[in-house]
């Protein structure tokens, strides 16, 4: 059995899509810096739970 949540989250930088292995346990109302699989570009997303299920919100380090 599988702890984790796998999820998809649009880059800000490129519009590619990353996946993304969500810990329901630990990883919920959660800030993360990760890199974009594909232009590496830093990436700042948000994990929250919004009543539906679970949202993966995307923004620029610059914004």
Do not use: H
Not at 4 to 29: G, R
Not at 39 to 47: G, H, L, M, R, S
């Amino acid at each position: 059995m599988s702890l984790t949540v796998a999820s998809k989250f649009e880059c800000p930088y490129c519009m590619t899509y990353n996946d993304l292995e969500i810990d329901e346990a630990n990883d919920i109302n959660q800030q993360q810096i990760v890199d974009c699989q594909i232009c590496c570009q830093p990436i700042e997303i948000q994990i929250i739970d919004n009543g539906f299920g679970i949202e993966v919100i995307a923004k620029r380090d610059d914004e």
